[in-house]
């Protein structure tokens, strides 16, 4: 039988409860359910990894521009869960050892015939700040209009009532809110491998990274981690 050897902070300074930030409106990730209670997989995950660490966690759960501020600015937040790793991001933030992958595209109506990156020139399209997708526009993105909402269900809806002509949003969550919205959708990826999802910590509380690295080593080794993402990914197509 498989042993875990769970990392905790308890001789350390560090402090035994972290506050961490998540979005709302990014289902099969992050969502409200009924309950208004965070729930996903980015939820599912950080718990695990957070417990393995012999930390507790709480969530502060609100829009991700609201989030994001919060995280940058130390303002109230300890750290983000579930959030891609971009050149953008860098400065401002310290990142854990990538927990997931997400592949970030750019979903249009097929009714709209979409085929190149051209055909968004001059249009409204929706993305989050410092969307790592944005780097594979190159120089195009000059010629894009790129607004920001306050969730991807909220891009979805603009998508379906032709306010946006396109939204870049994880593959899983765009899927997810393409079949709740009846909407039949081309995706375009500009052969994106994926970005990397990670817990990341203010520069001001950086001092946790060795021992969320250790922990997510430690559940990746003994297929916890695998076995939710496994789990997510046979129920959500």
Known sequence: MLMMNTVHASTSSLKNEITC???LGYPPYQYANSKNEPVGIDIEIS???FANAGLKVKFLQKDWKEIYGKGLH???VDALCGIEISPERVPYFNFSTPFNFRKIVLFTLKENKIKKVSDLFGKVI???KHSTFEKYLGSD????????TISKEDSFLKLKNNSVTG???PLEVGYFM????????SVYDEKNPGSPVTIAFNKNRSDYIPLINKSIEQLYKNGKIKTILARYNSSNR
Not at 178 to 185: E, F, Q, W
């Open 21 to 23: 930030g998540v979005a």
């Open 47 to 49: 718990k695990l990894i």
């Open 74 to 76: 130390n303002d109230g």
């Open 126 to 128: 929706t993305g989050d």
């Open 141 to 148: 993105r000059d010629h894009i209009r790129v607004m920001e």
């Open 167 to 169: 939204v870049i949003a």
């Open 178 to 185: 393409a079949s709740k919205l009846g909407l039949k959708v």
